[in-house]
């Protein structure tokens, strides 16, 4: 109770007052500013983390996008590329197949003029031959035949026949 | 430095030394009686100044001592919306205030010359009136004066005993728990730094050999006063929470 006695009414308002007038000053230039100013960053830093985020995630679409278009441009260009092999093989192919063609078609006309020369060659030495023979008959008539001649005759016959092939 | 005149051994302040020199004019009285108000005027007038300097230009991008203010500010926010919930935000600028208010007071000791303004329990008693009253105000304003009185009888109710002997029995409990409250607030408040007080003056009575257990007791006294402003403000705050209608509290 002795503590009690300490109370005085007097000192008590006078501290009451005095609480009352620092929560008031501190209402001014603490609690409303600051902690309006304390909410206006953590709302600022959460938009701006907001906005990293969004960004981040539309660079990562373009990315991708990116990515998909570059796949498809490599795989369009791997089909481009499988097509014109394809394509120049056909064409080295009908290259190949002409030429071969062109070659047998040489090959058949000159195999068909040498035919149409040895026919020829044969047909001018059978001329030659029947030729050859006629003169000699007609020579062997002409003249007395001794052996002498014969020889001589057959041997002309035979060089004769040497010159023409 | 030490007034050993009466029962208690006290450290000499300036406003005590004062009134010895101006002893028998009524001015000296006047700072006898008044000698806490005026240490107290003084933290008021320190605390406005540095929340004034604090927020005279305060930006997104922050100074020293905005820096230092938004800590204290936003930690007591942190605290108070903590134990309260986000409803509990509008009671910040009251906790807050009081915490800083008790720890100013609470350390003001230490510094030779000074008092702590909280070793009276007039001041300490002022303090827990306010709390009480806000209390009060809360409770009724948030559950209307017949809720409040309906809170206060508890629960549960039914059959005749509960219907009326238990209801108005736990109304009689807890209207003295609350006038108890501030109470307790107060006398733990002013006991501990009065003690405080007494341990330094007896520690500086030991001369040069007592400067270690000096330094020691201040140390403790540092220790003591932050958490005797913390005890104070966090049970104000807990009180809040229980007259608050429940939905409130996270």
Redesign the interface.
């Known amino acids: 109770m002795d503590l009690l006695k300490q109370l005085t009414a007097n000192e008590m308002v006078a501290q009451i007052i005095s609480f009352l007038l620092l929560m008031a000053l501190l209402r001014i230039f603490a609690w409303n500013k600051l902690l309006k100013l304390l909410d206006d960053r953590r709302e600022r830093i959460a938009s701006e983390f907001k906005k990293i985020e969004d960004t981040q995630a539309s660079v990562e679409r373009m990315r991708s996008g990116y990515d998909r278009k570059l796949a498809d441009i490599e795989a369009e260009s791997r089909a481009k590329i499988q097509e014109a092999i394809a394509e120049g093989r056909k064409v080295s192919q009908e290259i190949r197949e002409s030429a071969r063609q062109e070659a047998r078609a040489i090959l058949d006309k000159a195999q068909e003029n040498i035919e149409n020369e040895v026919a020829k060659a044969k047909q001018e030495l059978k001329q030659k031959v029947v030729e050859l023979t006629l003169g000699t008959t007609e020579k062997l008539i002409k003249e007395k035949l001794t052996e002498e001649k014969d020889r001589k005759l057959a041997s002309d016959f035979l060089d004769e026949l040497e010159k023409v092939k | 430095m030490i007034e050993t005149n009466s029962a208690q051994p006290e450290l000499k302040n300036f406003v005590g030394i004062l009134a010895e020199k101006l002893e028998g004019t009524p001015f000296a009285h006047l700072l006898h ?2 000698e ?2 005026i240490y ?2 003084i ?2 007038a320190i ?2 100044l540095l ?2 300097f ?2 005279r230009k ?1 930006s ?1 991008i922050p100074g020293r001592l ?1 820096l230092f ?2 800590m204290v ?2 930690g007591l ?1 942190d605290f108070v919306c903590g134990i309260l919930g986000p409803a509990g ?1 509008r009671f ?3 906790i ?3 915490f ?2 008790i720890l100013f007071m609470n350390l003001f000791g230490l510094i030779p010359f000074l008092k702590s ?1 909280t070793s ?4 300490t ?3 827990a ?2 709390v009480f009253l806000y209390i009060q105000y809360t409770a009724i304003k948030e559950n209307g004066f017949l809720g409040y009185i309906d809170h206060l009888m508890g629960n549960p109710r039914g059959i005749i005993a509960f219907t009326v002997f238990i209801p108005v029995l736990l109304l009689f409990i807890h209207i003295i728990s609350e006038l108890v409250k501030p109470l307790s607030l107060a ?1 733990r408040l002013r006991s501990n730094i009065w003690a405080e007080d007494m341990l330094l003056a007896v520690s500086a009575q030991m001369g040069i050999g007592g400067v270690p257990l000096l330094l020691f007791n201040m140390l403790l006294v540092i220790l003591s006063g932050i958490m005797q402003a913390v005890v104070f403000s966090l049970l104000s705050t807990v009180y809040f929470a229980l007259v608050l209608p429940h939905h409130e509290k996270a």
Do not use: H, R
């Not at chain 2, 009276?120 to 001041?123: D, G």
């Open positions: 009686i008044y806490n108000i107290s005027l933290i008021v605390i406005s929340a004034y604090a927020s305060s997104m905005q203010m938004e500010v936003g926010d935000k910040t600028p009251f807050g205030t009081l800083l208010y303004s009276s329990l007039s001041t008693a002022a303090l009136i306010c006398l």
